[in-house]
């Protein structure tokens, strides 16, 4: 067995080996007999009867590491300690710190970050609340928020489990945006509880990004959030992906020469992410889309459960067009899939118009695999970074929330959204524009900035900034 060609994951192997029993050599010959390439050996402690070594060694993929692992672990006097690699690693101890702005150097400093003249602060913002913003962290600071429950294509995993994706988004705040941006996980899945938190909690923030928090509930507790609080509250899930969807149609229709409200569009999957890129598509003018889930296109007339797919019904497929998938993909335009893998077959593809579009966004496995649809569309993109044109939210929310706290937004609204789809789509020139570069890369550092201006200059014109213009740098 062997690497294939490119293979460049470590994985570190803690062992305690019986100096009487075990063999180095034996544990070489394993590793390399499962295929794996030992990097380095490093002694941790050794002691009369045993010893502890760190091996370091590569792999291609995770079940490769199982394998090594496993015949390792067989070996006589061999005990598995524990197994980690360059992710875990780089997570030790969390992946985000706070760092103060000044250096607290003597009594004079210390009387001026705390008592007793932080009390004249406390009273200026006292008398004005509005200071806060101005004078605390509040004013370039966003609360993460996750109740665990619909973690990535995780599911519902539980709050400890979701600090580690948290954490991430906060990194990307920071590195992105320059927003510091905390994760905070909660240890409840109860609508009311989690509102009440959310509001005890949002005078120290300028915004509140909702992640990761299952539908139907999320709908409600954004929708309240934002009805009740004065500062931006944005589910990432639902409207980051619809931002960033709208920019890449924007580019893809342009380059097949179609118009997007003239558009036969079909969304399969109408949870949380589908509901929200339908309000776009609404709000850009599409009048003709179709939404699937497993019981097939949603149509009006009929008695749903979910009150989001009762309103999807009242504002859709205008034609009343039955059936499954596979039926009502006949003639479409555009495909977008937010549901799960595989449900999107070649020969659904093959019933498209000419120059198909095909967002198949389910990770990590999309709806359809782009060498499966390729003969038969004209443009595809995925969620996935291991192909073109990646539907990432990080294109949105690092910019979005940038501006929203820059102007002091006191929501995001539909206006926002869409000047940061053209704003995103603007990156793309038409010279660059083709059918694998239709959304630009999460590490073109030009798209933040044209989303902060889209979003600032839309939360203007729709009333919803609270600064002065003339301020806004």
Not at 194 to 219: H, M, Q, T, W, Y
Not at 433 to 440: G, K, V
Request: with cysteine.
């Amino acid at each position: 067995m062997s690497i294939p060609t490119g293979a460049n994951t470590n994985m570190i192997l803690r062992l305690e080996l019986d100096k009487e029993i075990a063999s180095f050599g034996n544990i070489a010959t394993a590793i390399g007999d499962s295929g794996g390439d030992i990097v380095a050996t490093d002694v941790v402690r050794t002691e009369k009867k045993s010893t502890v070594r760190d091996i370091t060694f590569s792999v291609y993929d995770q079940k490769h590491s199982d394998l090594i692992v496993e015949a390792v672990g067989k070996l006589p006097g061999v005990k598995v300690v524990h197994v980690s690699d360059q992710t875990f690693l780089l997570h030790l101890g969390g992946k985000i710190e706070m760092a103060t702005k000044f250096p607290i150097k003597n009594r004079d400093d210390l009387s001026r970050v705390y008592t007793p003249g932080v009390a004249r602060v406390s009273m200026a913002i006292h008398e004005n609340k509005a200071r806060a913003h101005s004078l605390t962290i509040k004013r370039n600071t966003v609360a993460v928020i996750s109740d665990g429950s619909a973690v990535l294509g995780l599911g519902n995993i539980g709050p400890e489990a979701a600090m580690p994706v948290m954490e991430g988004k906060a990194m990307l705040f920071k590195q992105l945006a320059g927003v510091d941006a905390f994760p905070i996980c909660l240890a409840t899945q109860d609508v009311e509880e989690i509102l009440l938190i959310v509001k005890a909690l949002s005078p120290g923030f300028g915004g509140i990004n909702l992640e990761d928090i299952s539908a139907p509930r999320c709908f409600d507790i954004e929708k309240r959030l934002v009805e009740e609080l004065d500062i931006p509250v944005f589910h990432d899930d639902q409207h980051g992906t619809a931002v960033v969807l709208m920019a890449g149609l924007i580019n893809a229709v342009k380059l097949v020469g179609k118009k997007l409200e003239d558009c036969k569009i079909v969304v399969c999957g109408i949870g949380a992410a589908g509901t929200a890129c339908t309000r776009m598509l609404l709000s850009a003018g599409v009048t003709n889309i179709i939404g699937v889930d497993r019981q097939g296109a949603i149509l009006k007339g009929k008695e749903y459960e979910n009150p989001f797919w009762q309103w999807y019904a009242e504002n859709t497929n205008p034609h009343h067009i039955e059936g499954s998938l596979s039926e009502v993909i006949e003639g479409a335009d555009v495909f977008i899939g937010v549901s799960g893998p595989g449900v999107l077959k070649a020969a659904d593809v093959k019933k498209m118009a000419a120059d198909s579009i095909v967002f198949a966004m389910a990770n990590p496995s999309p709806e359809i695999m782009p060498e499966e649809a390729e003969p038969y569309v004209r443009v595809m993109a995925t969620g996935r970074s291991d192909y073109p044109n990646q539907i990432n939210n990080v294109l949105c929310f690092p910019g979005m929330f940038r501006g929203a706290l820059d102007c002091r937004a006191t929501k995001i609204n539909e206006e926002m959204k869409l000047a940061a789809s053209h704003a995103i789509a603007s990156v793309v020139s038409d010279d660059e524009l083709n059918e694998n570069y239709i959304i630009p890369s999460v590490f073109n550092h030009v798209v933040v900035e044209k989303v902060r201006e889209a979003v600032i200059n839309a939360a203007y014109k729709s009333g919803v900034a609270q600064r002065r213009r003339e301020k806004v740098q």
